[in-house]
Every structure is written in structure tokens, then in C-alpha cells.
């Protein structure tokens, strides 16, 4: 595990800005919440552009050219259609180049120049990008066979720009670890041996969170099922039992879990990865903000102590 070095720190990749500028937009989306609505022109446009889902219901009044940009909220499978082909597809290149010697494709090496590709971290970043490459394809697999098999989505919609970045998203955060695979050579010949303390950590975060964040869609799921699994209503409803007990949206969280727990896979020490991290914590924090607004102002039941994100804070 290479510290971080002055010259890593102060360096500002073409990666490194893009993760930084979303990360502080989505920030500012999230502040702007707190801002009454006739403060500025356009609110109900910016409300209804980062809205989603049950979201864009009882909020502010949705503009009718709006509805013209709408999508299906279901439209969320090509998402991880995307992921697991792409990153699949990186997936290969890395370990033709990890294992068997073969260099990356002559356009992948120079996109890869261009964003801003790993130069002088330690060698054992290969094996750290091997896996978190792999984890995010696993995690994409699984959010596919989920949205195929395990949710049941209403007549909920998204904006077509939202559509379109989510379809942008994976291709980008895919190519930002391969990115990380240091370029000078020194990946070494026995990727395996490079096997550190911090692989296993993040291993074991990436499966509990996994987990976790499949349980709680198999809860969301099932609340539009009969005790056969036959999906009778599209209606929202108060769910209970995991980490629902403590917030509103644990899918979210447990999202940010799996993408601290790539970071520990890295080694802590990537800075380029936190600003990932960074990103899905305001999106992710934004989301659960507006999903907790919505339960709470549906269900005059709703349990008070939950949190819309963190347990116990926020």
C-alpha cells in the first residue's frame, strides 16, 4: 500500500475534475433543498430534473413540458445492461493484460492517457484494480438480475437526462479503474503475490454490503407481493425489517458501502476513487433526502426515528 505523495495529491486528472465537479453539484442540489422555493427562478424545473421515481409524486407541481422528457423508472435494467457488457468487456482486457501479458488495445491505452491513467502509484494497485473491477461487474450482475426479477416497478418515471447519464455512468466509473492499473510496466508477472491485508477487508465489505442492499430490495419487492410472490398493486408502503429499522433508504446506503469498500480494496490511499466515493455520497444523500420527505409526508404513521440516510445523523 503506496501513502499518498505530494505530487498525487496536488495533481488534477481529467478523472479527477469530472468526479469533483459531480460530486460538488450534487452537493450544491442537495443545500439548494433547503432553500424556500420562490428564492430563485426555475425551482420547479431543477426540482423535477433531479427528481425520480416516487419522488417527482406530491412534491412541487411538476411544468407540463417536463412530462414531454419523461422515461420509465423500469428503464433502470439498461443501466446495468450497459455495466456488465462495458465493464465486462474491461473486465477481459485487464486479465488478458494481468495474466497472460497482453497489452491493452492501442485506442483503450490512449483513452486511457487521456483521462488521466496511473503513473507512479505502487505495484500492488494491479491486483487492486483487478478486483474492484471485478466487484463492480458483480455488483452490476446483480442490480440487473434484480431490476429483472426482484423489484416491481410502477408507472414511476425519470427524466430523459437522468436516463442518459445513468447510461454515461458506468462506462465512465468502469474506465476510472482501469485507469488506476499503473502504465509503466510494473504490474509484474505474479499478480496474485501482490495480495495485501486491505483485499480481504474490502472483500468482506463488498459481500456484507451486497448483501444487505439485495435483502432491502427483496423487502421493497416484496411489499407489491402476495405470500405466492404474485405481484398484486403497484401502491407505496412503509417497509420494515433490516436496515430499514434505522433509515429510509438502506439500498442507498448500503450503495455507498459497496463503493467504500472498493475504496478500502484500493488500500485507502486512491485519491482519484474517493472522489468517486465523494460523488456517491452526495447522490446517494440527495436521493435519500427526497425519498425520506416523501414517506414521511404519505404516512402520518411513519416511524419517527428513522433516518433518511445515515443512522441516527441524517
Not at 493484460?97 to 490512449?110: D, E, I, K, R
Not at 487521456?114 to 500492488?124: N, V, Y
Request: net charge positive.
Amino acid at each position: 500500500m503506496a501513502p499518498w505523495t505530494g505530487a498525487e495529491l496536488l495533481a488534477l486528472s481529467p478523472l479527477r475534475a469530472l468526479w469533483l465537479a459531480l460530486a460538488a453539484a450534487f452537493l450544491l442540489a442537495l443545500l439548494l433543498q433547503l432553500v424556500p422555493p420562490g428564492l430563485f427562478p426555475g425551482y420547479a424545473f431543477f426540482q423535477d430534473l433531479i427528481r425520480y421515481g416516487k419522488t417527482k409524486l406530491g412534491g412541487v407541481p411538476r411544468p407540463a413540458a417536463c412530462r414531454a422528457f419523461d422515461v420509465p423508472k423500469r428503464y433502470f435494467s439498461h443501466f446495468y445492461v450497459i455495466a456488465v457488457l462495458w465493464n465486462g468487456f474491461l473486465l477481459w482486457f485487464l486479465i488478458q493484460s494481468l495474466f497472460l501479458g497482453v497489452p491493452f488495445p492501442n485506442w483503450l491505452h490512449a483513452l486511457l492517457r487521456i483521462l488521466g491513467a496511473a503513473q507512479f502509484q505502487g505495484g500492488e494497485l494491479a491486483l487492486s484494480a483487478f478486483l474492484v473491477l471485478l466487484f463492480l461487474w458483480l455488483h452490476s450482475a446483480r442490480r440487473l438480475f434484480e431490476c429483472l426479477y426482484v423489484s416491481v416497478f410502477s408507472n414511476a418515471v425519470i427524466n430523459v437526462a437522468q436516463y442518459c447519464f445513468g447510461l454515461v455512468y458506468y462506462v465512465l466509473v468502469g474506465l476510472t479503474v482501469l485507469s488506476q492499473v499503473p502504465m509503466d510496466g510494473r504490474n509484474g508477472k505474479n499478480v496474485l503475490m501482490q495480495a495485501r491485508w486491505f483485499h480481504i477487508l474490502g472483500m468482506v465489505m463488498f459481500i456484507w454490503s451486497s448483501a444487505h442492499q439485495y435483502k432491502c430490495h427483496v423487502i421493497l419487492g416484496n411489499l407489491r407481493r402476495n405470500k405466492a410472490g404474485i405481484v398484486i398493486h403497484c401502491n407505496h408502503r412503509i417497509p420494515f425489517g433490516d436496515w430499514f429499522e434505522y433509515v429510509s433508504s438502506p439500498n442507498y446506503l448500503a450503495e455507498l458501502m459497496i463503493y467504500i469498500s472498493m475504496a478500502v480494496t484500493f488500500g485507502f490511499y486512491n485519491t482519484t476513487w474517493w472522489l468517486v466515493v465523494t460523488y456517491v455520497f452526495f447522490s446517494q444523500a440527495l436521493s435519500a433526502f427526497l425519498s425520506h420527505k416523501f414517506y414521511k409526508s404519505q404516512f402520518v404513521s411513519y416511524p419517527k426515528h428513522r433516518r433518511a440516510f445515515l443512522p441516527f445523523l441524517f
